[in-house]
């Protein structure tokens, strides 16, 4: 969701080994003091809030800031497919032939309503280093949307399993936003095979729906409207009429701008990404099933599973999963009770920090990218 930049301008992609921006970034964070870079093991470092004038200078060299977003239309383009369980599942990978495999590969995971695109300011940046692929789960962009099925977290963990292990094929970095970030700690602490070497986690979700959020006040003083609302979307006439409504280019621009910290990123790119797999047959069900449906493995049993190395990056103006509320309330607390996981505020950023302000996200991100070892 967001977007303030020219994509009909032309692509540049410059490569840069792995080699080179692990000492560029060593070299600047212990240099400017900005960020000190410790071991796998050690990751002990406490919440800390980014200053939002203090942006891409302070941590990307020049180099990285001439990378555009990609276009909506290349990633649509490159996309392949995958079929899974006799679903077909899209997906993107970039760099398509990359014969580096000293660091993890990326798989980015989008939260509800999005799908691939909305990582097309982060997928260029990533790319120098990484080899990135991303996803559409099921039910969302250009996946399909079955009738009738019923969707539930535990069914995208176990895709995001089956693509690592069939697709992937090596051990990876997952990245996810809101219920795509729940969906990585599902699949991370289910995982048996070795599938997951780390995680991050943007404003992660606390379930698939608001009635995993039980103990927000917020939230109790709503449930019976939840409740009551659930009744109607089960309503076909009803469910159908809300969700016209919804999908609507201005209430669309209306919802983004209310999760979007920068206003600006809030564009006709960005409605459409989100508008055009909402046309798609299924997708009313797929809301209705999402919506409605049971919330899900909770993160603050899952979490304390998982040794693994955790970024969490949290955008501080989020009205969906606010810093202040339960969910991240436990996401604050984590960095003081577990050596794996390292956590930063983002100031005046919402619900979608990757592309929100993906200056911020790549300042904390590619610093702890380049500290995991070579595989």
Same mark, same amino acid.
């Given at each position: 969701?967001?977007?303030?930049?020219?994509?009909?301008?032309?692509?540049?992609?410059?490569?840069?080994?792995?080699?080179?921006?692990?000492?560029?970034?060593?070299?600047?964070?212990?240099?400017?003091?900005?960020?000190?870079?410790?071991?796998?093991?050690?990751?002990?470092?406490?919440?800390?809030?980014?200053?939002?004038?203090?942006?891409?200078?302070?941590?990307?060299?020049?180099?990285?800031?001439?990378?555009?977003?990609?276009?909506?239309?290349?990633?649509?383009?490159?996309?392949?497919?995958?079929?899974?369980?006799?679903?077909?599942?899209?997906?993107?990978?970039?760099?398509?032939?990359?014969?580096?495999?000293?660091?993890?590969?990326?798989?980015?995971?989008?939260?509800?309503?999005?799908?691939?695109?909305?990582?097309?300011?982060?997928?260029?940046?990533?790319?120098?280093?990484?080899?990135?692929?991303?996803?559409?789960?099921?039910?969302?962009?250009?996946?399909?949307?079955?009738?009738?099925?019923?969707?539930?977290?535990?069914?995208?963990?176990?895709?995001?399993?089956?693509?690592?292990?069939?697709?992937?094929?090596?051990?990876?970095?997952?990245?996810?936003?809101?219920?795509?970030?729940?969906?990585?700690?599902?699949?991370?602490?289910?995982?048996?095979?070795?599938?997951?070497?780390?995680?991050?986690?943007?404003?992660?979700?606390?379930?698939?729906?608001?009635?995993?959020? &039980?103990?927000?006040?917020?939230?109790? +003083?709503?449930?019976? $409207?939840?409740?009551?609302?659930? @009744? *109607? =979307?089960?309503?076909? %006439?009803?469910?159908?009429?809300?969700?016209?409504?919804?999908?609507?280019?201005?209430?669309?621009?209306?919802?983004?701008?209310?999760?979007?910290?920068?206003?600006?990123?809030?564009?006709?790119?960005?409605?459409?990404?989100?508008?055009?797999?909402?046309?798609?047959?299924?997708?009313?069900?797929?809301?209705?099933?999402?919506?409605?449906?049971?919330?899900?493995?909770?993160?603050?049993?899952?979490?304390?599973?998982?040794?693994?190395?955790?970024?969490?990056?949290?955008?501080?103006?989020?009205?969906?999963?606010?810093?202040?509320?339960? &969910?991240?309330?436990?996401?604050?607390? +984590?960095?003081?009770? $577990?050596?794996?996981?390292?956590? @930063? *505020? =983002?100031?005046?950023? %919402?619900?979608?920090?990757?592309?929100?302000?993906?200056?911020?996200?790549?300042?904390?991100?590619?610093?702890?990218?380049?500290?995991?070892?070579?595989?």
């Amino acid at each position: 969701m967001g977007m303030a930049v020219n994509l009909a301008a032309p692509h540049i992609f410059l490569p840069t080994s792995s080699t080179t921006l692990r000492k560029q970034y060593n070299l600047m964070y212990n240099s400017q003091n900005f960020f000190k870079i410790s071991s796998c093991s050690k990751f002990k470092n406490p919440i800390r809030a980014v200053n939002c004038s203090k942006v891409f200078a302070a941590s990307v060299s020049t180099e990285k800031e001439a990378l555009l977003p990609l276009e909506v239309s290349e990633i649509n383009e490159k996309c392949k497919k995958w079929v899974w369980k006799g679903y077909t599942i899209n997906y993107f990978v970039y760099p398509e032939i990359n014969n580096d495999t000293s660091n993890p590969p990326l798989l980015l995971i989008h939260g509800f309503g999005a799908s691939i695109a909305h990582w097309r300011r982060n997928i260029p940046i990533l790319a120098q280093s990484y080899t990135v692929y991303a996803i559409d789960l099921l039910g969302f962009g250009a996946s399909d949307k079955p009738a009738g099925f019923a969707y539930s977290m535990e069914v995208w963990a176990e895709l995001i399993l089956d693509f690592l292990d069939e697709i992937v094929r090596r051990p990876a970095v997952l990245v996810g936003n809101s219920v795509g970030s729940l969906a990585c700690v599902i699949a991370a602490a289910e995982s048996t095979r070795s599938l997951v070497q780390g995680l991050v986690l943007l404003n992660c979700a606390g379930g698939m729906n608001n009635k995993a959020i &039980v103990d927000d006040w917020r939230i109790k +003083l709503l449930l019976p $409207l939840l409740w009551f609302f659930d @009744f *109607l =979307l089960k309503q076909k %006439g009803i469910a159908s009429y809300l969700f016209d409504r919804v999908r609507k280019r201005d209430s669309l621009r209306n919802i983004l701008s209310s999760v979007y910290g920068n206003k600006d990123n809030v564009d006709e790119d960005l409605v459409e990404i989100i508008k055009k797999p909402a046309e798609d047959e299924g997708a009313l069900d797929a809301f209705v099933s999402i919506v409605t449906g049971p919330p899900g493995p909770n993160p603050v049993q899952l979490i304390p599973k998982i040794t693994l190395p955790i970024l969490v990056l949290w955008g501080d103006q989020d009205p969906f999963t606010p810093i202040d509320g339960p &969910v991240g309330k436990y996401f604050s607390s +984590l960095p003081s009770q $577990l050596p794996n996981v390292n956590l @930063f *505020l =983002l100031e005046g950023v %919402g619900h979608c920090p990757h592309d929100d302000r993906p200056d911020l996200v790549h300042e904390k991100l590619l610093p702890w990218l380049a500290n995991f070892p070579a595989s």
